[in-house]
């Protein structure tokens, strides 16, 4: 909790509301989460309208070494902005869907990167074969030196946007309270960002996307494109999935 309050009247609230809670809870024990091995790319058919396309694969743990310098990578590939190598070249390069996205997700017993887009059926082969393209290109050669830079710059100036808001400020603490750092981390943030090397970035790279994607494809076949979409009265089960090939990516040597 933040904001202008005074510590002792906000022991006393915090007492009354949750005084009368137990102390310790016998909370069942969550076993490790084994992500399953890609690539491996799963087409379910939906007649809407629109395809969408969600990609993802195991990732770091937040406790791990490279765990910041996967974090930039990774902005590298899908990250916010307009400057990714996913949005330039999907979207920008060559129009294949609105936005596409990748991010980082890391929880108490799992880690992965998971991504997503939304294109037409009939370029939904195209989008996921570039997408799968930019990943194999990244995990093989790394991102370049001023990808890096730009980067650690971006993310630096979106950690003072972070911090702003009284309910940004909140959200942070907790979150780093989470991850289990110390609580003036945010002020050591900006070094750790600065501290990635680009080997750094390319080993990260490599171990992120080295063996390739995780994809699901939701949405008509290429052959119904043409089609009208007839939309459901309600939500159905999907027909039954189709396994589709997905190339390895081999990691470099």
């Excluded at 933040?2 to 137990?22: H, I, N, W």
């Excluded at 370049?144 to 009284?166: H, M, P, V």
Aim: with cysteine; proline share 9%.
């Amino acid at each position: 909790m933040v904001g202008d309050v005074r510590p002792e009247v906000l022991c006393k609230l915090l007492d009354k509301t949750f005084g009368s809670l137990p102390t310790e809870a016998e909370a069942a024990p969550v076993p490790e989460v084994v992500a399953a091995k890609p690539p491996r790319r799963l087409f379910i058919p939906l007649d809407v309208p629109q395809t969408v396309v969600t990609f993802g694969g195991p990732a770091f743990r937040r406790s791990e070494p490279d765990f910041m310098a996967a974090y930039v990578v990774n902005h590298i590939l899908g990250g916010a902005g307009l400057t990714s190598r996913l949005f330039r070249e999907v979207r920008e390069k060559r129009g294949l869907a609105y936005s596409v996205r990748e991010n980082l997700v890391w929880l108490d017993h799992s880690a992965m990167f998971l991504g997503n887009s939304g294109t037409c059926a009939d370029r939904a082969d195209e989008t996921v074969e570039e997408i799968e393209k930019q990943v194999r290109d990244i995990a093989e050669e790394g991102p370049t030196q001023q990808e890096l830079d730009d980067a650690k710059s971006y993310l630096k100036g979106s950690q003072i946007l972070a911090l702003n808001t009284s309910s940004k400020l909140a959200r942070t603490l907790q979150q780093q309270q989470l991850d289990k750092l110390p609580i003036d981390y945010f002020e050591k943030h900006n070094a750790v960002v600065d501290g990635v090397t680009l080997a750094d970035a390319k080993r990260a790279a490599r171990r992120l996307w080295g063996d390739g994607l995780l994809t699901i494809i939701v949405g008509r076949s290429p052959r119904d494109a043409a089609q009208p979409t007839t939309m459901p009265p309600a939500i159905t089960p999907p027909p039954g999935a189709q396994q589709l090939d997905a190339a390895p990516t081999a990691p470099p040597n």
